[in-house]
C-alpha cells in the first residue's frame, strides 16, 4: 500500500519508541510525548515528526491530530502507548501521583481514542491499538491504581470496537507483561517475570495490527497478543 502515516502516543521511551522506530523505516510517523527534549531526541534520532502533547489535555490531544492530518491528509494507524506507573499500595500513593494516572491512563486514552476515530471515520478507514497490560487479566498485589486505569482503557477498547459496525475502522488491544523499559526500572525487578517479552518483541507485533487493511480480517475489539510471562 505504500508509505502511510502513523502516530505513536507516547513515543518518545519503551515500547512506543521501540514501534516508532520499526514503522519509520516505510512510513511517516508522528512521534507524540510531553516532555520537550525527549521528543527533540527522538525525531532527531528518527528523523519523523515530532508533537510536545500531553494526553491529558484535551487540546493538546486534539491539536496534535490536526497537526498530523493537516501536514500528511490522513492518518493510517494510531498506538496508544502513553502511560504512567502508578505502583504502591493505594495507602502509599498520594494524592498527585494517582490524580496523574487517572488523567494520563484514562482521561488521555479517553482524548487520543475521540480524536483518533473522529479522523478515521471523516477518511473511512484506520486502525487503532491500545497498549494495555497484563495486569488487567490477573489482579497482582500492590498495582491497584495502575491495574483500575488500565482496565478502564481496555473497557473502553470494547465498547468502541462494538460501536464501529464496520471492519474499515479497527479498534484493537494488546496486553504486554512487565518488560525491560523505562517504566520497568519505576517498578522495580520484583514485577519482572523470569520469561517476558522484550520492547522489539512486542512491537513487531503492534506495527503488524497498525498496518493491516481495511479488508483484512476483523479483529477489531480482540485482544489480540497476551505477551505475558510466568505470573
Same mark, same amino acid.
Given at each position: 500500500?505504500?508509505?502511510?502515516?502513523?502516530? =505513536?502516543?507516547?513515543?518518545? *521511551?519503551?515500547?512506543?519508541?521501540?514501534? !516508532?522506530?520499526?514503522? /519509520?523505516?516505510?512510513?511517516?510517523? %508522528? $512521534?507524540?510525548?510531553?516532555?520537550?527534549?525527549?521528543?527533540?531526541?527522538?525525531?532527531?534520532?528518527?528523523?519523523?515528526?515530532?508533537? =510536545?502533547?500531553?494526553?491529558? *489535555?484535551?487540546?493538546?490531544?486534539?491539536? !496534535?491530530?490536526?497537526? /498530523?492530518?493537516?501536514?500528511?491528509? %490522513? $492518518?493510517?494507524?494510531?498506538?496508544?502507548?502513553?502511560?504512567?506507573?502508578?505502583?504502591?499500595?493505594?495507602?502509599?500513593?498520594?494524592?498527585?501521583?494517582?490524580?496523574?494516572?487517572?488523567?494520563?491512563?484514562?482521561?488521555?486514552?479517553?482524548? /487520543?481514542?475521540?480524536?483518533?476515530?473522529?479522523?478515521?471515520?471523516?477518511?473511512?478507514?484506520?486502525?487503532?491499538?491500545?497498549?494495555?497490560?497484563?495486569?488487567?487479566?490477573?489482579?497482582?498485589?500492590?498495582?491497584?491504581?495502575?491495574?483500575?486505569?488500565?482496565?478502564?482503557?481496555?473497557?473502553?477498547v470494547e465498547s468502541l470496537a462494538e460501536a464501529q459496525h464496520s471492519n474499515?475502522?479497527?479498534?484493537?488491544?494488546?496486553?504486554?507483561?512487565?518488560?525491560?523499559?523505562?517504566?520497568?526500572?519505576?517498578?522495580?525487578?520484583?514485577?519482572?517475570?523470569?520469561?517476558?517479552?522484550?520492547?522489539?518483541?512486542?512491537?513487531?507485533?503492534?506495527?503488524?495490527?497498525?498496518?493491516?487493511?481495511?479488508?483484512?480480517?476483523?479483529?477489531?475489539?480482540?485482544?489480540?497478543?497476551?505477551?505475558?510471562?510466568?505470573?
Amino acid at each position: 500500500m505504500g508509505a502511510r502515516t502513523f502516530m =505513536v502516543v507516547g513515543g518518545t *521511551s519503551g515500547l512506543g519508541l521501540a514501534v !516508532a522506530r520499526l514503522l /519509520v523505516e516505510e512510513h511517516q510517523v %508522528a $512521534v507524540l510525548g510531553d516532555v520537550p527534549d525527549e521528543v527533540a531526541a527522538v525525531t532527531d534520532d528518527l528523523s519523523c515528526a515530532g508533537i =510536545v502533547c500531553d494526553v491529558s *489535555s484535551y487540546d493538546q490531544v486534539r491539536d !496534535a491530530f490536526a497537526e /498530523v492530518v493537516d501536514r500528511y491528509g %490522513a $492518518v493510517d494507524g494510531v498506538a496508544a502507548c502513553a502511560s504512567v506507573w502508578a505502583g504502591g499500595d493505594l495507602a502509599d500513593l498520594s494524592p498527585q501521583h494517582i490524580r496523574r494516572a487517572v488523567e494520563v491512563n484514562a482521561l488521555g486514552t479517553t482524548y /487520543v481514542f475521540k480524536e483518533a476515530l473522529h479522523h478515521l471515520h471523516r477518511q473511512g478507514f484506520g486502525n487503532v491499538v491500545y497498549v494495555g497490560a497484563m495486569a488487567v487479566t490477573k489482579a497482582r498485589p500492590g498495582i491497584p491504581v495502575y491495574r483500575a486505569t488500565k482496565s478502564y482503557g481496555s473497557s473502553l477498547v470494547e465498547s468502541l470496537a462494538e460501536a464501529q459496525h464496520s471492519n474499515r475502522i479497527k479498534v484493537m488491544q494488546l496486553h504486554p507483561g512487565p518488560m525491560p523499559t523505562r517504566l520497568q526500572e519505576r517498578v522495580g525487578d520484583e514485577f519482572l517475570d523470569q520469561i517476558y517479552a522484550g520492547p522489539e518483541q512486542v512491537a513487531g507485533e503492534i506495527v503488524r495490527l497498525l498496518q493491516l487493511a481495511p479488508d483484512d480480517l476483523y479483529v477489531s475489539g480482540e485482544r489480540v497478543l497476551r505477551a505475558d510471562g510466568r505470573w
